[in-house]
T-cell receptor
């Protein structure tokens, strides 16, 4: 079967760095997305990786290792507004989008 | 980015009635649409995936006779909650993808807050 694993919840301190991991077992791979969702709002796109390596976008970076079935989202200089859920989604061989359950990130002052 | 419009944003209905939620892709053709449910302080729970013109694929534990999904055109999908009960009260969100390429991201609607009284 297809499976996306991410931690259910993480806590970090304002100003610090946090890494949210995502591991996947899917039938094929055609890319991986990260989305951010604030409570009561719709998710918004953060990043897309299809090749191995690190993609940096300001305070947020996303890493992919296809051989390990692994990705992480790195958030630097954490701000209170980064408190949200972070969703990992993988595109499988049929170009279907497989969603993880999301990681709730709590930022403490 | 592309726009997905979801309507209504809030609905209150009586127990036993049915409620229809619409999800429209306004400036692209959505080959695939997803319906999610979210309880307070919990992550999104995927309910079903639908491709235009075919039956929706429901996730395990989701009653397809209770949550009717219709994806009749490339710009519209509907979710009907039939014979609603208070436990169906939740936040429902749709999302749509405009193609089958690996880099085709999903765009989300604004969500519908359903309250069954």
């Amino acid at each position: 079967g297809q499976n996306i694993d991410q931690p259910t919840e993480m806590t970090a301190t304002e100003g610090a760095i946090v890494q949210i991991n995502c591991t996947y077992q899917t039938s094929g791979f055609n890319g991986l997305f990260w989305y951010q969702q604030h409570a009561g709002e719709a998710p918004t796109f953060l990043s897309y990786n299809v090749l191995d390596g690190l993609e940096e976008k300001g305070r947020f970076s996303s890493f992919l290792s296809r051989s390990k079935g692994y990705s992480y989202l790195l958030l630097k200089e954490l701000q209170m507004k980064d408190s949200a859920s972070y969703l990992c989604a993988v595109v499988d061989s049929n170009y279907q989008l497989i969603w993880g359950a999301g990681t709730k990130l709590i930022i403490k002052p | 980015g592309a726009v997905v419009s979801q309507h209504p944003s809030r609905v209150i209905c009586k127990s036993g009635t049915s409620v229809k939620i619409e999800c429209r892709s306004l400036d692209f053709q959505a080959t695939t649409m997803f319906w999610y449910r979210q309880f307070p302080k919990k992550s999104l729970m995927l309910m079903a995936t639908s491709n235009e013109g075919s039956k929706a694929t429901y996730e395990q534990g989701v009653e397809k006779d209770k949550f009717l999904i219709n994806h009749a055109s490339l710009t519209l999908s509907t979710l009907t909650v039939t014979s609603a009960h208070p436990e169906d009260s939740s936040f429902y969100i749709c999302s749509a993808r405009g193609g089958l390429g690996g880099d085709t991201e999903a765009f989300f609607g604004q969500g519908t807050r359903l309250t069954v009284v």
